[in-house]
Each structure stands twice: as structure tokens, then as C-alpha cells.
């Protein structure tokens, strides 16, 4: 099988800043040659003396295939685990696991695509769109952030893009909005046939919400939720679960590493985030006297 | 593999010493891509209980100095979940099984072990002390001799005879002897130790405990020695009991410690979800760190009781063929310079 992930000692090509976040190139064939967008994988942090045995989990940027296979990686530098990758320097080996997760699904047919980023998140939707373009869709973008520093990609999304979008609270790019305000007139404007979105959980939970609106599918990834609650990235620590509703109607808390990070939008419970829904399957129920009684 | 690693808990005979630890391992199914779980001593399960359940909410983890803080609230799919699901996966793939149970009563202990009675696939049943009593107002089974032992029991009652029955203790009790005593006069086969050591951390950040669960069970290289402890005290005691070492095993030196302190089998956790295939690195290196002693593995077990100057028997590098030899050596050489 060639979508089973590997472990591998990965070379650092480059470390570099990209606005407000840091890009790391991997020289890792293996995980170049299996990825798929919307797959991410899981860097282990320092080196096998290291105290620190969670590993970060980061959708990929992009994959090339300079030097047998390179992977690249955008994130913020928000904690230890991720100042020490962003600490990493040319020629440095780290151990990483992937390509693991639930890709994006694709059209099958050449339809409109809307593509909805914020925060670092928003670059593993350049491996999507470089997909969906060879496939004939249509690739639209929009990008949002808190300032202009914080939308990765912009320049990239309107070489690339059919169309690009892009907002600021602060208004020192773009559309001085949230990117809420804007999808519906977009939606609109690009004939969107389905959105696809990364980033935060609450753009998600907007893009989820409008695409619905309109009648729109949603693919989002809850990459970010990932990197925030994941431990092993593989489905066995089970510290990144999310309430999500299958097809019987039954809620039930899903691994975001295994079963996501891509999800159908309309199946996340986004309201209910760091919380086990009271009718979710196996939710604790306060035992009620016939209950009891019955045991 | 030679017999040289092999090793016994109760009625079963494991062709390794080197297990997965409850909670770590997943269904088995995660791990697969990364190791062959035929080839260790045996795969133990994430606790199961009679119910679904979906466990805690997140945050459920926050990572500790060489380790790990967990509360996740004992998350699964309940027992018809896991015979329908689980189980027959194991089976089929041939991967020796320790079902580990969890209860919140005796009467939930012996309701899963009568559910495991006449299921294919259960090499041995592992009962998880560390689950919170509804009739005790919800203290662990774990911190009270009488309440594990109550457990233990039960299971043994209604587990198959001859399928072996560990008790896992947590090692937050004033004296983890005493537990393990009522355990074993309870039935048990086998002790696993240890359980997480319960721990906190608070967010500086939000201000609040990290863990939604508040407090959590501390696990990873940084409760070694706790373990090694137990395992050092308990073997000490009851030095036919067999234990299964837990906490913090991360390479083949480290399983090593625990064989020497009294462990006939050691078991990877947390190291699992650094490394998904550790379990199996660990088991080539604890056989090359006995190879290097001339060691077989039940000639180490508990070897650090022995006084000092204590020689144990030694074994011939690996035979190059089956000979009648490796009888004749164990004979010839009970070189036992037991010093006073």
C-alpha cells in the first residue's frame, strides 16, 4: 500500500519567516511521494534525549520533487515544540511521521471551487488548488486574517487563483472585513459549486455555516483543532477528539487525526468544541433512580 | 526467535517478555502500519467497560517534563462494540490479546469477564484497578486492598478458568504491597505495575487546570523510577507472582530495568505515541542487551535482589544450530556463588 505513512529522519533544506510564521522545507521522499492535500504529518520534537514526547501535528504547504521529495511546512511559532522547529538550521535531521489523515475529496467533475484560508492554516489549500486546477475545476480564493502579516499566501493565491480575495480586520490588505462578511457575496460572484476551508476552527465553523446557506458541500480541515489537542497524529493517544454526527444521526466523538482532518463541515458540531454533547454516543448521563436500579 | 526470551504469566506462555500497554496501543489497528504486533509478547487493549463511552472532553492531554498528563475518562465503544469490532481484528491477525476491563462496580468487573467467557482470542484478562467505585463515592478501586482484591475476584470468578487475570495497580497508595497481596489472594495470576501517577498541571495562559479532567495520570520516562519501585517492593514480597513492568519504557535498557528489579514482562505505553513502532525496537534491544550479558530472560528476572557478586548462570552466544547443548550448559554451569 502506498498510503500507508512511514517514519522518517527528514533533512532540513530551509527554515525561513514568512510574514508572521516560519516555513520549514524536509528533504522526505517517502511522505513527497505519498501525500495527498489535505494530509498532514507529525514532527517529533528535539532529539531522542528530548523531554518533550508529543509530537506537532501540521497540514503540508507543499510538495515537490527537488531532491528526491520535499515537504513543506507553515506554522506559527505559538509554543516550545514549535519555537524549537523554528530554532532548526540547514543540514539538521527530524524525525517525522506521515502522510497521515483523510485528504480532501475531490470533484469528480471540472466544477467552481471556493477555497477558504486564515492564519497558517490557510496554506495547505495551495496543494488542494494545484490539484483541483489539474483536474479542471475552477480555483477561487479567499484568504483572511487579523492583519496583513497574518494571511499567508496572498501573493501566491492571486498568481494562481481564478479569482483571490483577501481580508483584514485592520484593513492593511485587502478588504478591511472578516471573511465571513464576505463569502456570501463571493459565493455569489464565483458560482461556487463547493468550499473547501483551513484555518481556525471559528472561519470553519463561518465557512461551514454560509456554504450551508447556499446549499454548498463543505470539506474543511480542522488542522488547527489538531495541532492544539493531537499527541501522536496516528489515532492511538485519542486526546483529539471532536463531536461530529455520522449519517445515522448519532453523535460521536471522532479522532480529528484519524477520521479527519478533512471533514464535511456540516458534520461538525461546532458549537459544541471541547465538550462531549449530552446526546453524543457514551456521553455520561446522570443516572436516574430507574437507571440505578436496573444494574 | 530463541526460548531464550521466553516468558510465563499464570497459565500462558509468551514467546517475549515485551507487551503494549492498556491505553496506548489503540485498537491495533493504528499500529499495524508501523510494527508487526504478531511479534511481540502481546497486545493489550484500551480498558473496556460494558457501555459505550465517550471519554472526556477535551483538553485531554498536556505534556510534563519527560512525560505525559492524560485524563481522557476512559473513552471506548463499550463491550458489544469491542467483541464486534475489536476483538475479531486481534484474532484474525493472530496477535496475542490481553483484554483489559475497566468497571465503576464489582458487579460491572464480573458482568465483563462473564461477556469474555466463551469469546476466541483472550489470552489473558488485565483488571484496571484505577476506575473510580460508584459504591465507594467514586475512589479508585485502586487505593484500597480490599476494593482491588473485591475486583480481582470477581473477575476470576467469572473469567474462563485457565485464562490468566492480572491486576493493574495505580502507584499512589500508601503501600503498594499490601494492594498487591489482596490481588494475588484474590486470584490474580499476574500484577501489572504501574497504573498513571495521578499529577496536575495548570494553563498560565487561561489561568485554569490544563486538563478539563482537572487532575490526570502522569505517564512517559518521568515515572520510571516509581515504577521500578513498585516493581523492586512488590517482587520482593511476592517473588512468584509475576509482574508486568509499566511506566516510562522507552528502549531495551530501560525494559532491562524492570526485568532486573522483578518484572517477567514489561509493556510500552506512552512511548507508542511518540513512536508507533517502539514496541518492537524495544524487544530487539532488551534481546540484545541480554545477549550482551549472556543472559536468558528468566535468569534475569529479579536479578537485582540477588546480593552482590551474585553470578547468574550464563548462556552460550547463540547456538549456531539446535543442539542438545543449551541443557547441558545450564547444567554444567551453576556456577552459584551465592555470597553470605
Known sequence: MSDTPVQTSATVLTVRQVQDYHAITLVAPAIAERFRPGQFVAVAIGDAHSGRLVRRCFGVYEVKSDYGGTVELVFADTEPGTAWLAGRRARDQIDVLGPLGRPFRLPRDPVNCLLVGGGPGGAALFALADILHRRGCQVHFVLGGPTSRQVFGSRMAQRIGDSATVTTRDGTMGERAGVREVLPRVIQETGADVVYGCGPTSLLSAVTQVAGEYGLPSQVSVEEFLQQTGACGIGVCMTCVLPVHGEDGVTRMVRACHDGPVLRGDRVRWGDLGTIPFDALGAPRVLSASEGGSK | ?340
Not at chain 2, 517534563?65 to 481522557?72: D, E, K
Not at chain 2, 493493574?168 to 495470576?189: F, H, N, Q, R
Open chain 2, 1 to 340: 526467535m530463541s526460548d531464550r526470551m521466553t516468558t510465563r504469566i499464570g497459565s500462558l506462555e509468551l514467546p517475549n517478555p515485551v507487551l503494549t500497554a492498556s491505553g496506548c496501543g489503540g485498537t491495533g489497528r493504528e499500529l499495524a502500519p508501523f510494527c508487526d504486533l504478531t511479534r511481540l509478547g502481546a497486545f493489550v487493549t484500551t480498558s473496556v467497560m460494558t457501555q459505550p463511552r465517550a471519554g472526556r472532553p477535551t483538553p485531554r492531554a498536556a505534556e510534563a517534563p519527560s512525560g505525559l498528563l492524560t485524563a481522557m475518562g476512559l473513552p471506548g465503544p463499550g463491550v458489544e462494540g469491542f467483541l464486534e469490532r475489536d476483538l475479531p481484528w486481534l484474532h484474525e491477525q493472530e496477535i496475542r490479546t490481553v483484554v483489559s476491563v475497566a468497571g465503576n462496580s464489582v458487579e460491572e468487573f464480573a458482568e465483563l469477564a462473564r461477556r469474555l467467557r466463551g469469546v476466541s482470542g483472550v489470552a489473558a484478562i488485565e483488571v484496571n484497578t484505577a476506575c473510580p467505585n460508584v459504591a465507594d463515592r467514586g475512589r479508585m478501586f485502586a487505593w484500597h486492598p480490599g476494593a482491588a482484591a473485591a475486583a480481582v475476584r470477581a473477575v476470576r470468578a467469572h473469567a474462563k478458568p485457565g485464562v490468566p487475570v492480572l491486576a493493574k495497580l495505580a502507584p499512589d497508595v500508601t503501600d503498594i504491597v499490601t494492594v498487591a497481596l489482596a490481588c494475588a489472594d484474590a486470584g490474580a495470576d499476574g500484577l501489572t505495575l504501574i497504573n498513571t501517577v495521578d499529577g496536575m498541571a495548570i494553563d498560565t495562559g487561561t489561568l485554569r487546570p490544563a486538563l478539563t479532567g482537572v487532575s490526570g495520570g502522569l505517564s512517559g520516562p518521568a515515572v520510571r523510577p516509581i515504577a521500578v519501585r513498585c516493581v523492586y517492593q512488590v517482587h520482593a514480597a511476592l517473588p512468584d507472582v509475576p509482574i508486568v513492568g509499566v511506566g516510562g519504557v522507552a528502549s531495551g535498557l530501560d525494559a532491562l530495568e524492570f526485568v532486573l528489579a522483578g518484572a517477567s514482562a514489561v509493556a510500552v505505553g506512552t512511548a507508542l505515541f511518540h513512536e508507533p513502532g517502539a514496541a518492537t525496537r524495544v524487544l530487539r534491544e532488551l534481546e540484545d542487551a541480554l545477549a550482551a550479558r549472556k543472559m536468558r530472560l528468566a535468569d534475569a528476572v529479579g536479578l537485582a535482589h540477588k546480593p552482590a557478586g551474585y553470578v547468574p548462570p550464563q548462556v552460550r552466544p547463540e547456538p549456531p544450530a539446535a543442539e542438545a547443548a543449551p541443557a547441558a550448559v545450564a547444567a554444567g554451569d551453576s556456577s552459584k556463588e551465592t555470597t553470605p
